[in-house]
């Protein structure tokens, strides 16, 4: 069965970095694209990011341009999300998604069908 | 972006009932609407793409309609599993973007 097992949230300063993880199973990852939605406490959802099964393309919600970058490794099937100059509006379970479109559809369907149970970053001073 | 504007924000209602939400976005996305369903302290989980395709294994009391900005979701017969709050997503554009959820309550 799909499983996807986030890592690495955690308290943070405002300024730093932290680097999530997203492990895979269950599935031909390397065939998917990926994504990471957020949602801070109380609060909706808010799409983050977006990597193409081969980390070709990647797409990013205007307030984490710069800041946040998306990366895979389809050897270790494992999504990650490095994030840079964190800020307190940061603060929020992050989750990975998988995208409803496999190759060899061109692109990403941007409709996730498998998600992680998330990972809890809280950016406080 | 494309604004996503969902209604109610909160429902009341019993089991049995027929349920009905709204979703309207700022401009027209054809058919890239999709459907989220979610339960406090657990990720989302998809119930409809592409306005009215159900997704597998999701009962066929949801029934999603609707094409360029106007949009629902019913629930033909709520179920105590169905109390959650549900959402929708544009997936027109690479930017994606949620409304702002609907709280099914029990009445």
């Known amino acids: 069965q799909v499983q996807l097992v986030e890592s690495g949230g955690g308290v943070v300063q405002p300024g730093r970095s932290l680097r999530l993880s997203c492990a895979a199973s269950?599935?031909?990852?390397?065939?998917?694209?990926m994504h990471w939605v957020r949602q801070a406490p109380g609060k909706g959802l808010e799409w983050v990011a977006v990597i193409w099964y081969d980390g070709s393309t990647k797409y990013y919600v205007d307030s984490v341009k710069g800041r946040f970058t998306i990366s895979r490794d389809n050897q270790k099937n494992t999504l990650y999300l490095q994030m840079n100059s964190l800020r307190a509006e940061d603060t929020a379970v992050y989750y990975c998604a998988r995208d409803r479109k496999s190759i060899p559809a061109v692109g990403t369907d941007d409709v996730f069908d498998f998600w992680g149970q998330g990972t809890m970053v809280t950016v406080s001073s | 972006d494309i604004q996503m504007t969902q209604s109610p924000s909160t429902l009341s209602a019993s089991v049995g009932d027929r349920v009905t939400i709204t979703c309207r976005a700022s401009q027209s996305i054809s058919s890239w609407l999709a459907w989220y369903q979610q339960k406090p302290g657990k990720a989302p989980k998809l119930l409809i793409y592409?306005?009215?395709s159900l997704q597998s294994g999701v009962p066929s009391r949801f029934s999603g309609s609707g094409s360029g900005t106007e949009f629902t979701l019913t629930i033909s017969s709520l179920q105590p599993d169905d109390f959650a709050t549900y959402y929708c997503?544009?997936?027109?554009?690479?930017?994606?973007?949620f409304g702002g959820g609907t709280k099914v309550e029990i009445k």
């Open positions: 997503q544009q997936h027109n554009s690479y930017s994606v973007t």
């Open positions: 592409k306005a009215s």
């Open positions: 269950g599935f031909s990852f390397s065939s998917y694209g």
